[in-house]
């Protein structure tokens, strides 16, 4: 299986399953329990693993919450700020091109009473196609915004968003920032301080780490106040109970210094791949088109994610080509929607037809990614689709 679907999950890194084993194992202590030293040992070991994610971040061990993953915390934010007693605020914004667990906490809370803004992204024909119109969010933003949420980068067409100049006009209004960061931890560098991200998530499975942990960083902790979902022992001060697990907790530390430690070599290598790719696929089949930003960039270029591609073919759609080709792990739209017949939202608020969304194709190329992997893939995609073509589709 040639593996291309990095934006869904990538696969555990080794050296973060060695750091885990442990805390598996023999050292099986609840981090909670302090009455002995398997306990003990367990809460020193998650505080020096918060420690190393704060400084990846730029953030503070505290002002890390641990999560399920990115689901939970992108809700833990925006019910969060929402639903605190001392919200008065009653607007909420967020973007066309969010992920669902985004876009449906809002939309329950529009049902609720809450003003809801969803802005548009700018379409295909702009270079920065997917980014915000910052006039525009300049506009909508109001004394009554209690929160925005914008994604860093997305996980379909691999937009980077102007987060510098995002987080100046949400704050000018006096409102809080969300930043679902889920694809860009580990590949971008993160800096809640610089950025001034007042709410930020990640997922540990996205960067070669475990499934079922995450984060919800808290940027400025005197300006944010959220309400927890979950109550009950009142760990992580109050904001997430239950037992933390040290295991994720330890193998999202390492996962996320390992993407620190080798990101500029990472991101060099990737986006020649992806670059290598697309010429390929331009070669091999006619009239394709690309989905997203242009892929023509430098070094962590700033429209698009340099592990990303995204395209139509003229002729085929893509759910066809991948069951062509069942040798290539790719997807068309996200996981998370990979049942749903409907075609993706992000590539309709792009602006494009329906009929171009449903041939169109996505790729995530991630650390193990290899030049052979690039040619054989492109292999199996003429392959499939000559069988398609023979067997008359
Ligand atoms: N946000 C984004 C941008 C994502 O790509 C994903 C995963 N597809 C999620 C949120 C949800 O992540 P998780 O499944 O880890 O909760």
């Not at 985004?102 to 329950?108: S, T």
């Not at 809370?109 to 024909?125: A, C, I, K, N, Y």
């Not at 300049?138 to 997305?154: C, G």
């Amino acid at each position: 299986m040639i593996y291309l679907d990095h934006h869904a999950t990538t696969p555990i890194d080794p050296c973060v399953v060695d750091a885990m084993l442990p805390w598996l194992q023999t050292q099986f202590g609840n981090p909670h329990s302090h009455t002995h030293a398997l306990g003990r040992d367990a809460a020193d070991a998650c505080d020096s693993a918060l420690a190393k994610i704060a400084i990846q971040l730029s953030s503070q061990p505290e002002s890390i919450v641990v999560t399920s993953g990115a689901t939970e915390s992108n809700n833990l934010a925006i019910e969060g700020v929402a639903r605190h007693p001392r919200q008065r605020r009653r607007h909420l914004i967020t973007v066309a091109t969010e992920h669902p667990s985004v876009l449906d906490p809002i939309a329950r809370l529009g049902d609720e009473g809450f003003r809801v803004t969803v802005l548009p992204v700018r379409l295909q024909s702009d270079p920065d196609c997917g980014q915000v119109d910052l006039d525009l969010l300049r506009r909508t933003v109001d004394d009554d915004t209690a929160l925005v949420s914008i994604m860093w980068a997305n996980n379909e067409i691999g937009t980077i968003q102007p987060m510098a100049e995002i987080s100046k006009i949400v704050h000018d209004a006096g409102a809080l920032l969300h930043c679902d960061a889920t694809q860009a931890v580990g590949r971008l560098p993160i800096n809640l301080k610089e950025f001034d991200i007042d709410l930020l998530t990640a997922s540990a499975h996205k960067f070669y780490g475990p499934k079922g942990i995450g984060l919800l960083a808290i940027g400025n902790q005197r300006r944010v106040r959220i309400r927890p979902l979950f109550v009950g022992g009142g760990q992580q001060h109050g904001l997430r109970s239950g037992t933390m697990n040290p295991a994720g907790v330890i193998g999202m530390a390492e996962a996320i210094e390992r993407c620190q430690a080798t990101m500029v070599a990472d991101a060099a290598r990737q986006q020649l791949l992806r670059e290598r790719l697309w010429t390929k696929i331009q070669d091999a089949f006619s009239d394709v088109q690309i989905n997203g930003p242009e892929t023509a960039g430098g070094l962590f270029p700033e429209a698009r994610l340099y592990n990303n591609l995204n395209f139509s073919f003229a002729d085929v759609e893509g759910e066809t080509m991948m069951a062509a080709a069942s040798g290539l792990a790719v997807s068309s739209g996200s996981a998370c929607s990979s049942t749903d017949p409907r075609p993706s939202h992000v590539l309709m608020a792009i602006g494009l037809s329906e009929s171009r969304a449903r041939r169109s194709l996505r790729f995530g190329l991630g650390r193990f990614t290899t030049d052979a992997d690039i040619q054989d893939a492109v292999q199996l995609l003429i392959a499939a689709r000559q069988r398609i073509f023979r067997t008359g589709g």
